[in-house]
Nanobody, 122 residues
């Protein structure tokens, strides 16, 4: 069992930056691939980024490629999402998730955090 807690969300102006954190307890994150997803009301949960168990491999949604960076500190049992050049369309609740493989499908992830709100004003 893994418990995930996101933090770092907030309100930022377009062009600004935020760093989301996802702290894990219960099991070490080196056992899991980790993903970040986002969701706005009335829409499906959308893949943002994922990182492999080792932290070596990463993958990103086209909409955030070049602006967002996912990283993993297995010693701190924490995953990060650095978000730069934020746009109003990045506004959403952001969730981190733990799973077995580097995947973009939400169904591939077993454990989920409660989410953190990111709002980007124009």
């Amino acid at each position: 069992q893994v418990q995930l807690v996101e933090s770092g969300g907030g309100l930022v102006q377009a062009g600004g930056s935020l760093r989301l954190s996802c702290a894990a307890s219960g099991r070490t994150l080196s056992s899991y691939a980790m993903g970040w997803f986002r969701q706005v009301p009335g829409k499906e949960r959308e893949f943002v980024a994922a990182i492999s168990r080792s932290g070596i491999f990463t993958t990103y949604a086209d909409s955030v490629k070049g602006r967002f960076t996912i990283s993993k500190d297995n010693a701190k049992n924490t995953v990060y999402l650095q978000m730069n050049s934020l746009k109003p369309e990045d506004t959403a609740v952001y969730y981190c998730a733990a799973g077995g493989d580097l995947e973009y499908r939400p169904s591939a992830y077993v454990y989920w955090g409660q989410g953190t709100q990111v709002t980007v004003s124009s």
